[in-house]
């Protein structure tokens, strides 16, 4: 399989953060390590605007640097252009794309290498046409504790049309997308425009090696996890 990091240098949430320092490495830099000492990635693209991380990664062995336009560094930009913008540079060099794509964001750093091996072949098994990693919603985090709340009104409606019971432990299992693995076939990425289908398998993370940085709390959690050992990421190079 081929794997994407499209590392972008803008960011709303936390400006900067795939090159913001976690126990002395750049964020981006997990899931570059992951990439590399996985058994079945065939080849690494990075995708980037920040020209602080391609100067990390131009010359890396292995790894091919491709310098996005700003045109795919907007706000309203899909990850799926990106994609096939990296594409695009990858076969103008004569290289083959495989029969299977890996989306990797560099906003996952606890994905680890046996993650991204299992999940391919979990993916080749199945048979399937997409495939995306997710963690059970548990807790708090179960859409039946959920609720709207519209702008300027202090009443709250449910989430779910019909909550479930109460006790926690009666509530449906669910799963929530965490963003860490996105493998689609490479026949349904050209011929969709699409990086997941409807019905994509699941392959199933614990929620401590789920944590996708959106907003500064969640860089907050990652650096503590990993700079404390308590979750497994992958060590340094």
């Known amino acids: 399989m081929l794997a994407i990091i499209p590392a972008r240098a803008g960011s709303k949430g936390v400006p900067g953060k ?3 320092l976690i126990a002395g490495r ?3 830099d997990y899931t570059v390590t992951a990439l590399e000492r996985a058994r ?8 980037t605007d920040d020209q602080d991380i391609l100067a990390l990664y131009r010359d890396r ?3 091919f640097a491709v310098d996005r336009p700003k045109r ?3 706000d309203d930009t899909t990850t799926a252009d990106v994609v096939a913008h990296a594409l695009d540079a990858w076969q103008a060099l004569g290289r083959d794309v495989p029969d299977a ?4 964001q560099p906003i996952t750093p ?4 046996a993650d991204i091996d299992a999940a391919y072949e979990l993916f080749k098994r199945s048979g399937c046409e997409s495939l995306i990693s997710a963690c059970r919603a548990e807790g708090i985090r179960h859409p039946s504790g959920m609720y709207r709340l519209k702008e300027g009104e202090q009443r709250a409606t449910p989430y779910l049309a019909h909550p479930e019971p109460t006790r926690r432990q009666d509530f449906e299992t669910v799963y929530q997308r965490n963003g860490a693995v996105y493998l689609v076939t490479t026949e349904f990425f ?3 425009g699409r990086l997941r289908s409807d019905d994509p398998v699941i392959y199933g993370m614990p929620w401590e090696r789920s944590i996708n940085i959106d907003v500064p709390g969640d860089f907050l959690i990652a650096k503590a996890l990993i700079e404390s050992g308590l979750a497994g990421s992958e060590p340094g190079s």
């Open 101 to 104: 794509l890996f989306v990797a």
């Open 190 to 192: 050209f011929r969709t």
């Open 40 to 47: 079945l990635v065939s080849g690494i693209i990075l995708s």
């Open 61 to 63: 062995e292995g790894l």
């Open 18 to 20: 795939n090159k913001a």
């Open 110 to 113: 606890l994905r680890t290498s």
């Open 72 to 74: 795919l560094a907007e």
């Open 26 to 28: 750049p964020l981006v």
